[in-house]
């Protein structure tokens, strides 16, 4: 159970559960067939003004997360399903940036964690 954060352009695992990748845009160079998705929710993503304000910035990480969060606040018809699955399975958050410690796919790993932490599962 729980959520983890994987490149897509890893190897999928047994272990990754359900596979979700999280990008607006299809990643380069990943053949769809070969993917192992279980679903592309580009709707999760953050909005394309974001994503260019933001740039993997480093120093914009903390505003960034902040500017996502909300963002995701208007999209809980979306993530919810996410954090439902990540309840009771194991749910990996697929992305493609090269950036593994400040990416909107770690913000929205944190962003779930803290939804179920403080509203636990359905």
Not at 87 to 109: I, S, W
């Amino acid at each position: 159970m729980g959520i983890v954060v994987k490149r897509i352009y890893a190897p999928a695992s047994p272990g990754d559960g359900y596979r979700v990748l999280v990008d607006r845009l299809w990643p380069r160079g990943v053949r769809k067939e070969d993917a192992a998705l279980d679903a592309w929710l580009r709707e999760v993503a953050p909005s394309p003004a974001l994503r260019r304000w933001f740039g993997h910035d480093p120093v914009r990480w903390e505003a960034f997360r902040h500017r996502y969060a909300a963002e995701l606040d208007a999209l809980a018809d979306h993530w919810r399903p996410l954090a439902d699955r990540a309840a009771h399975h194991r749910l990996t958050l697929l992305y493609a940036a090269r950036d593994e410690e400040h990416n909107h796919a770690v913000a929205l790993k944190s962003y779930l964690d803290n939804w179920l932490r403080t509203h636990g599962p359905r």
